[in-house]
């Protein structure tokens, strides 16, 4: 959505997506092939362009899920996440 190329972690970290976004970019995307995907938005990088449909399959259920409009994307992955889960569940945070 924010065009970053090259990819940077720390623009993505914190940018919102509404449900009309996630929607959008699964149907543009998901009729293209792997390698059109990248050439034809520069900023979605070859190794993301692989697996940016099921990342966007998993926020438009989690979205549908929980009855949210927007979703708050993160670049910190499933590690931290559970590092967060088991900080907070200890009644720390």
Known sequence: KNNVFPYQGSLVHGSKLTLE???????TLSSMKV???VKTFPHIEPKR???IIP?????Y???????KREIVVSDWGIK???LIREYLS????
Request: net charge negative; hydrophobic share 60%; aromatic share 12%.
């Open 61 to 67: 259920r989690a979205m549908l899920l929980f009855g």
């Open 80 to 82: 931290e996440g559970v």
């Open 35 to 37: 390698e059109d995907r």
């Open 21 to 27: 976004d996630v929607m959008f970019w699964l149907e």
């Open 55 to 59: 990342g966007l399959m998993i926020f």
């Open 49 to 51: 362009a692989k697996v």
């Open 90 to 93: 200890l009644g720390l945070g």
